[in-house]
């Protein structure tokens, strides 16, 4: 939770109003890759709700001694 509100770095203390959620959910998706999408919403009358779905690991292969995953869209999301 506290790594997607840092990547989702909403402004504290704006004007709910104000607050450009589809850049928001860019910061997200840009930050961490291993979320497949979100949605932010603003929740009157003072924050943003968030919903994140993760991406799910369907394939992992060996690279190198490491290990990538790979979503069941094709996409590499992760090396661990």
Do not use: M
């Not at 799910?56 to 979503?71: A, M, S, W, Y």
């Amino acid at each position: 939770r506290r790594e997607v509100e840092q990547a989702v770095a909403a402004p504290q203390g704006s004007p709910l109003i104000s607050v450009d959620t589809d850049a928001l959910e860019a910061n997200a998706r840009a930050r961490l890759p291993r979320i497949e999408s979100v949605e932010i919403n603003r929740s009157w009358p003072h924050g943003v709700r968030i919903a994140v779905t993760e991406r799910k690991p369907v394939l992992v292969r060996e690279k190198g001694g490491k290990f990538d995953e790979v979503d069941a869209h094709g996409v590499l999301f992760a090396t661990v």
